[in-house]
């Protein structure tokens, strides 16, 4: 889909829009960057890894249907896949096929838990020092606020094909 119609004129960026645009792509790059590198320093993780364990670590029984943790996590299938046969050789995931499907869940193991138990108060450290420090709470709730905003607008689009070839 066409954002613009053939021969029209784009709607360009306002000065404020892109000093905004440009601000919101730098925290997009650095930010994951930041968080890999401290969990793979301290934990031997990606940003990846430890998000899949902590969802798996929040949800009853410690285990999710994979196509809905590929939902939360915001990944096809397929990478998802890739990072729980990742987690599974390590020990800290294991799969159960469903009875009557062919799904399967992504299963938390002890030492799944173990390592996000160990993993989380670096992370939770670094997620304060790079981004919740700087902020007051009525920052932190219109960061929120912004935040939910933007996410429905980008389903939206998402949704009608913006941004597809």
Known sequence: MNVTAEGAEPRW???DQQTAWRSLVALLTRLPA????QLQR???LTHFDYFVL???SEHPERRIQLRDLAKFANASL???SHVVTKLEKV????RESIPGSRGSYAVLT????DKVVESAPGHVATV???LFEGLGDSEVARLAALSEVMLRQLDKGIAEGTGKA
């Open 128 to 130: 304060q020092a790079l």
């Open 78 to 80: 397929s990478r998802l």
């Open 54 to 56: 902590s969802v798996l």
């Open 91 to 94: 020990g800290w995931v294991r």
């Open 34 to 37: 930041a968080l890999d590198t």
């Open 110 to 113: 002890d030492s799944g838990m």
């Open 13 to 15: 960026l306002t000065d």
């Open 42 to 44: 301290d934990s031997g």
